[in-house]
């Protein structure tokens, strides 16, 4: 006799972990199929956490190098174990991949290894090695995830021309590393390299790096990633990677000009996008609907065109990011038990974990242009935050846009240092429907970088005391 379940959650990333915790802790009765062999998805095994494990080593090792003698700490002979930082990466990744199967025995969710086949609407099929397993489920959760994208023409073979997983784990520092495409995967994984020390040339489609960002930020941004060292060529179509014995030669044409140029390198890093994947699914012969974009179609409740099975994460419309999928899983998990689960899509904050960083939530200017709202602008440097500048890390700002009538914040954008951890209290001030008179008017502890914050809220009223 096949087991029978609640939920089924096909998928065990943040979005599908999440939703089989939350699930199971409103009493359903849970299972969760992975095929990775982990779980934690692309984020846990090859995404957030070990690209951000090897952006705070190679901060180390660049401030080691760098910057510690001008705080009076005399260093000599700093060298790089490449070998070791990736074990201290890995370490981490294989320490949160097992906290999540704990978190399965805890919660009492059933973890199910191998792929995942929808066979009707209610039957799942899972294969794993020679084995095929049926199980049968009230409800289905689709949480697939994404995976890299490549350009026409351009093979990723994961050791010369690498995705993002490859450049996670290269054996040796490239010479000449070049990453196409000026995201915030193709810039984070461009600094850990630049600061191991490659020379990175970032070669972007459009004429701004971080398409989406307000555009007032990502000129400073990239001001800023200039000055570290990192070359681009913006407003650039990149028509062809040739591997030769020795080197690649990545050939790129202007769009405006139209003049070619090539780059010789020995590393080309492909961080072009990610698509929703849902390859082998069955998805066409149960009648699950996507859409143009190759992403499983959902209503407001994540139903999908079949209402009893549900689809949340990457695979969804929205923005690939984990924080965003796990909100969705909970929200599924908080329908299906009967309560009424909710993702509020205009307060997703979005962070790059680059050096300073850049966190970003809500609209940007361009954003309030098009769509013709009044607008005021508070803006605070950290070059005037006494925190900052004690730390030698003054450079960036905060802004925060205010609705020119009722004052309510409508988007806060920041680079500058810690701003990834800053930005969750404008989260939260956004969801309670603040306006920058509420944030000025709040006591921030002296002397940390959450000043800036207070201060730009004050600018709005163009009352700032530091400044
Ligand atoms: C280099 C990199 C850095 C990133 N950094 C960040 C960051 O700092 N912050 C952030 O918020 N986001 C980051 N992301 C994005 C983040 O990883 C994704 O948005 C997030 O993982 C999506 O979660 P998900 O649950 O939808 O899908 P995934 O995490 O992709 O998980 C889907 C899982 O489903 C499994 N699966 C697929 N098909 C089947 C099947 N048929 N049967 C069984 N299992 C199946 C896959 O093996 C996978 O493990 C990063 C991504 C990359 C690539």
């Known amino acids: 006799m096949e087991e029978k379940f609640d939920l089924i959650v096909i998928g065990g990333g943040p979005g599908g972990y999440v939703c089989a915790i939350r699930a199971a802790q409103l009493g359903l009765k849970t299972a969760c199929i992975e095929s990775r062999g982990t779980l934690g998805g692309t984020c846990l095994n090859v995404g957030c956490i070990p690209s951000k494990s090897l952006l705070n080593s190679s901060e180390f090792y660049h401030k080691a190098k760098n ?50 086949v929808l066979f009707s609407k209610n039957d799942v099929v899972v294969y794993q090695d020679d084995k095929k397993t049926s199980y049968k489920s009230k409800n289905i959760v689709i949480a697939t995830g994404s995976s890299s994208v490549s350009l026409a023409g351009i093979n990723i073979d994961e050791k010369n021309i690498v995705s993002s997983t490859g450049a996670l784990s290269l054996e040796e520092v490239p010479k000449n590393l070049v990453v196409i495409g000026g995201g915030y995967i193709g810039l984070e994984m461009g600094s850990v390299w630049a600061r191991l020390g490659s020379k990175v040339t970032v070669i972007e489609y459009l004429d701004h790096i971080t398409p989406g960002m307000d555009r007032e930020i990502s000129k400073e941004f990239q001001k800023i990633l200039t000055k570290q060292g990192i070359k681009f060529k913006l407003n650039n179509k990149v028509t062809a990677v040739k591997n030769l014995k020795d080197k690649l030669i990545v050939e790129f044409t202007d769009n405006k000009t139209k003049r070619k140029e090539s780059i010789d390198c020995d590393k080309v ?46 695979v969804i419309k929205g923005p690939m990011l984990a924080h965003k999928a796990g909100e ?140």
Do not use: W
């Open 67 to 116: 910057n510690f003698n001008n705080l009076g700490i005399e260093t000599s002979n700093i060298k790089l174990n490449l070998k070791k930082m990736m074990i201290n990466k890995m370490k981490s990744v294989q320490i949160l991949t097992k906290g999540v199967e704990f978190l399965f025995k805890k919660n009492k969710v059933s973890y199910i290894k191998g792929k995942g």
């Open 269 to 314: 890093l492909v961080s072009v996008g990610r698509k929703p994947y849902t390859e082998g699914l069955n998805l066409l012969k149960i009648g699950v609907k996507k859409d143009e974009k190759g992403r499983i179609e959902t209503n407001k409740k994540f139903q999908t065109s079949i209402s009893n099975i549900f689809a949340i994460g990457d």
């Open 328 to 467: 969705e899983g909970i929200a599924v998990a908080e329908i299906l038990a009967g309560q009424s689960g909710h993702v509020n899509y205009d307060v997703i904050p979005g962070v790059i974990y680059t050096s300073p960083e850049v966190a970003t939530v809500g609209k940007t200017e361009e954003q309030l242009k098009d769509s013709n709202i009044n607008y005021k602008i508070g803006k605070f440097p950290f070059l005037a935050n006494s925190r900052a500048k004690v730390n030698n890390e003054s450079e960036g700002f905060v802004k925060i846009l205010a609705d020119s009538k009722t004052d309510k914040v409508l988007g806060v954008h920041i680079i500058g240092p810690h701003c990834g951890d800053m930005i969750a209290e404008m989260v939260l001030a956004m969801e309670f429907g603040a306006s920058s008179e509420d944030i000025a008017r709040t006591c921030h502890a002296h002397p940390t970088h959450t000043e800036a914050i207070k201060e730009a809220a004050l600018a709005v009223d163009k009352r700032p005391i530091h400044f």
